[in-house]
């Protein structure tokens, strides 16, 4: 693949999910690098860490995409974009966040529609079918 996001980042509780995740991205060669977070604070300290560097890196490291767990324990996926919301206009850049389950429900996804910071919520795993959907839509022209 030509072009390449920057940055992927996933952010989901199950290793095995993020594991399953990494490699279908990095099958699709569709991204640079992969970064993985197991929990919303965590993700969130990442996106506020990147943006606060002042090297080439940054570029490299702050994600165009993030795959966001809907459930996971304690702060979920609802919780991080409640959070995200608070700090989304210090970042230069605005990542498409596609929120990830195994259980969408019709609520989750009228909720999902009428978020600003939600792009998309989609069923769990990740596949390639997917993430080229995923792709095409969100970054059209790159892929």
């Known amino acids: ?7 992927v980042l996933l952010v989901d509780d199950d290793n095995l999910t993020n594991c399953f ?7 699709a060669g569709c991204a640079s690098h992969v ?13 506020v860490g990147c943006d606060c560097m002042t090297t ?5 490291c702050f994600p165009d995409l993030i795959f966001l767990d809907k ?11 409640k959070l995200y919301k608070k700090l ?10 596609i929120m990830i389950s195994s259980s969408i429900h019709l609520q ?10 939600v792009s998309d919520i989609v069923d769990k795993p990740l596949t390639i079918e997917i993430l080229n959907e995923v792709l095409v839509r969100y970054f059209p022209g790159t892929f």
């Open 1 to 7: 693949m030509d072009h390449k996001l920057n940055c």
């Open 88 to 97: 989304k206009d210090k970042f230069v850049k605005k990542p498409v966040i």
């Open 71 to 81: 459930n996971m324990p304690g702060k979920g996926g609802w919780d991080f974009i």
């Open 56 to 60: 080439q890196e940054t570029e490299f």
């Open 21 to 27: 995740s990494n490699i279908v991205i990095k099958e």
């Open 108 to 117: 989750d996804q009228v909720k999902a529609m009428r978020s600003a910071e």
């Open 35 to 47: 970064e993985i977070k197991t929990s919303v604070e965590d993700a969130l300290a990442y996106l």
